[in-house]
């Protein structure tokens, strides 16, 4: 059993035209994730679900390999299998978005490892730059300050829900700044995506008034 945060996978294969040879293909299902990836970048950002009728509808898959019901949907969920599912008068969509982790928590969604994996890149980035610096408070204070218009931005963008950069003496001792180090430390809450929708209908009787 694979457990990493890093992977995810599809299921059923699909169907897709063959424009070049006018012919219909097998093709396994990593393309429609590929393309549904690509899509919810284009109109969202990476840190929102590659999954749904908003961000993952699949016109271009002509059929699947096999078709999927209600049950086989729930087990392939369970176990981490994002599946490719068919609606009436909607065709084919992703309606999950599973990483292969198995232990439950904020790493098993893939748009939240993409946002960690985005802010990541950004980071990084910002932190080269500040390489061979002088260590004072003024380059930490700096370097806070980058990362906090990083980590707002994604925050605006429904990214993150709140966050605190750490970079201080609490957690940069004599010690580090012998060893030529600067540590910083970034906590944040990412933005979970709506997997479920629960309704009530509740029948009241005639005569009575809505508050």
């Known amino acids: 059993m694979i457990d990493n945060n890093y ?3 599809y299921f059923p294969n699909i169907v897709v035209d063959d424009a070049t040879n006018s012919r219909k293909v097998m093709v396994p299902a990593s393309v429609a994730a590929l393309a549904a990836l690509s899509y919810n970048d284009r109109v969202a950002f990476p840190w929102f679900a590659p999954a749904g009728f908003n961000r993952a509808s699949l016109s271009f898959v002509a059929i699947t390999q096999v078709r999927i019901n209600q049950p086989e949907r729930d087990r392939l969920t369970e176990v981490k299998i994002n599946p490719i599912v068919k609606f009436p008068r909607e065709g084919f969509v992703i309606m999950a978005q599973n990483t292969l982790q198995q232990a439950k928590s904020a790493l098993s969604s893939i748009n939240v490892k993409r946002m960690i994996l985005e802010v990541k ?3 990084v980035e910002i932190g080269n730059h500040t390489i061979f610096d002088q260590i004072t408070s003024q380059t930490r204070s ?3 300050k980058q990362y906090t218009a990083v980590l707002s931005s994604v925050q ?6 709140v966050f605190k950069i750490i970079c201080d003496d609490t957690n940069n001792t004599q010690a580090d700044i012998e060893a030529l180090q600067m540590n910083v430390q970034i906590r944040l809450v990412p933005t979970r995506a709506v997997e479920f929708i629960a309704i009530d209908f509740v ?6 008034q809505f508050a």
Do not use: Y
């Open 7 to 9: 992977v995810a996978t």
């Open 121 to 123: 890149r950004t980071v």
């Open 142 to 144: 700096e370097l806070v």
């Open 156 to 161: 605006a963008q429904a990214g993150i829900e």
């Open 203 to 208: 029948i009241s009787n005639s005569g009575v």
